[in-house]
């Protein structure tokens, strides 16, 4: 059975760093492109960032380019959120997912807050 569980997330002043972590099983994780991505109430869904399976490549939302760096460590079966200058916007559930083929996978969420 596949799991991925998120962590990492917690209140934060603004222009402050958090680190998220999705820790996943029952998967082969290296065929697995990982992505994050966060939701605020009443809003859909939105990608935040995205690495290839072999971690060659990266995509990042524009508003979080330049603040966001998303990475994986296939060895540990992880992907990571490393987020700096955070705003207040930012605040949101992000949630990892997991996508190879039609085998497409979440976790339960970790909410982010920024606020002073």
């Known amino acids: 059975q596949v799991h991925l569980v998120e962590s990492g997330g917690g209140l934060v002043q603004p222009g402050g760093s958090l680190r998220l972590s999705c820790a996943t099983s029952?998967?082969?994780?290296?065929?697995?492109?990982m992505s994050w991505y966060r939701q605020t109430p009443g809003k859909e869904r939105e990608l935040v960032a995205a690495?290839?399976?072999?971690?060659?490549?990266?995509n990042y939302a524009d508003s979080v380019k330049g603040r966001f760096t998303i990475s994986r460590d296939n060895a540990k079966n992880t992907v990571y959120l490393q987020m700096d200058s955070l705003k207040p916007e930012d605040t949101a559930v992000y949630y990892c997912?997991?996508?190879?083929?039609?085998?497409?996978?979440w976790g339960q969420g970790t909410l982010v807050t920024v606020s002073s």
């Open positions: 997912n997991a996508l190879w083929r039609a085998l497409d996978a």
């Open positions: 029952g998967l082969y994780f290296r065929n697995y492109a």
């Open positions: 690495i290839t399976s072999a971690g060659g490549s990266t």
